[in-house]
């Protein structure tokens, strides 16, 4: 005899908690999808705002103790999902190599104080320079991963990662000049 699958209703009701989490920064997770895809220079995006944060909840959904978790750790970790979701899509565009190159999936890099994009980059790029940042300093990594992609303030970030806001503010200063110097060679 086989065991019985799990009650629906069990299921459901042991990720309503992760739901409500989730409910709770769409709105957050989705403004900032839609930041992240303005820098997007190829003629059809394949992910709107809506699909990215659809997508990095798919990544997430088969976690329900994520609803343990506070509200700024859940966005660090929504933020590294749409990170995921962007190298994926970066990646699978650049394996279709079309006539005159890859098309690029570019995110926006650098915002000026208006609130326009300066200048955008290419997500693969960035995701391999972060990953090298990660290995000379994982705070200042976790820092740009938590403000670009996950859109945390600096006193979040400084709670989150249990430092002070100075210091958030000179790892965000130090990676974001490291990483231009890395984007541009």
């Known amino acids: 005899m086989t065991p ?3 009650d629906t209703d069990d299921r459901f009701a042991e990720r309503q908690p992760l739901d409500d989490l989730f409910a709770l ?3 957050e997770l989705r403004r900032l999808a ?6 997007d220079g190829s003629a059809t995006p ?3 705002p809506t699909a990215l944060v659809n997508e990095a909840w798919l990544k997430m ?15 660090r970790i929504g933020a590294r999902a749409m990170r995921q979701v962007l190298v994926e899509a970066g990646r699978r565009r650049s394996a279709r190599k079309r006539p005159g190159g890859a098309d690029l999936v570019l995110v926006p890099y650098d915002e000026d104080h208006d609130g326009r994009v300066a200048e955008s980059i290419d997500v693969l790029a960035l995701d391999e320079a972060l990953q090298d940042l990660a290995r000379l300093s994982p705070r200042q990594a976790a820092v740009v991963e938590g403000k670009y992609f996950g859109g945390l303030e600096v006193q979040e970030l400084a709670d989150a990662l249990k430092v002070s806001a100075s210091t958030v503010r000179n790892d965000w200063r130090l990676a974001r000049a490291w990483l231009q110097l890395q984007l541009k060679r």
């Open 34 to 39: 839609s930041a992240v895809r303005r820098g």
């Open 4 to 6: 019985s699958a799990p």
């Open 61 to 75: 959904a088969p976690s329900p103790a994520l609803a343990q978790t506070s509200r700024i750790h859940f966005k």
């Open 25 to 27: 920064v769409y709105d």
């Open 46 to 48: 394949t992910l709107t």
